[in-house]
């Protein structure tokens, strides 16, 4: 049907579609792409994350919620995957508006890095026991600034990863007050006052993928423009 209305509005020559129409199409293709895989990854940081939190008895759902050999509630990953996604297409997008080059060098190997540093991180907040929740919020504070110097060092990027940590605190003391799940010795309001630098660290994690993605998607574009 398509082909058929080309041929009639073109005067029974066939349409083809502009370059504008097709560099549009191939945005937006390639939008969609880049926010599945940060779907993806988003689910399964939150997978293997939040494991490491219910094995150690740091959050506590209700028996009735838990449905998966993960002892995950099931809209747990659904949700960071969907987070993931937003910040993912979020930071290169905050990269550009603003004008700030990312200054450290961009390599598949460095992102692996930080996603390696952020796990650590998490691991730490489940696993080490500390004297008390302040020397290990204060540790954690300390190792995601460092993490956020290491692998980003822009200031659209600490902004955006403070504000969304505040955003998605709020949200976790909202779940928590009203009963959808709970912490173990909860020290800040109903949460554990560690979880923020939790947050921010996930949000420059997942920020350098999405700025990785959009790099990869920029030099293939750019490949095809020199080979046209």
Not at 32 to 48: D, H, N, P, S
Not at 83 to 108: N, Q, S, T, V
Not at 178 to 186: D, E, H, I, L, Q
Request: hydrophobic share 50%.
């Amino acid at each position: 049907f398509s082909e058929v209305s080309d041929v009639l509005l073109s005067g029974g020559a066939p349409m083809r579609r502009g370059p504008y129409i097709s560099m549009i199409t191939n945005r937006t293709m390639n939008l969609l792409i880049r926010a599945a895989m940060l779907f993806m990854v988003g689910v399964f940081l939150a997978l293997v994350l939040n494991l490491l939190q219910v094995q150690r008895n740091v959050t506590l759902f209700p028996p009735d919620v838990i449905s998966s050999i993960f002892s995950s509630a099931w809209w747990v990953p659904p949700c960071c995957g969907t987070a993931a996604a937003f910040i993912g297409l979020l930071y290169p997008c905050m990269d550009r508006r603003l004008g700030e080059p990312h200054k450290l060098k961009r390599e598949w190997s460095n992102v692996m890095r930080c996603v390696a540093v952020f796990v650590g991180i998490n691991h730490a907040s489940a696993k080490v026991d500390f004297a008390n929740n302040v020397q290990l919020s204060l540790t954690l504070a300390a190792l995601s600034v460092g993490l956020w110097w290491t692998f980003d060092r822009s200031r659209s990027g600490f902004g955006l990863g403070v504000i969304i940590a505040t955003l998605a605190t709020l949200a976790t003391q909202l779940l928590v007050y009203n009963g959808v799940f709970r912490y173990t010795s909860p020290d800040f309001l109903y949460i554990r006052s560690w979880l923020p630098c939790i947050f921010f660290a996930g949000v420059i994690t997942v920020g350098n993928i999405g700025r990785q993605l959009a790099l990869y998607e920029y030099k293939v574009s750019q490949e095809k423009t020199h080979q046209d």
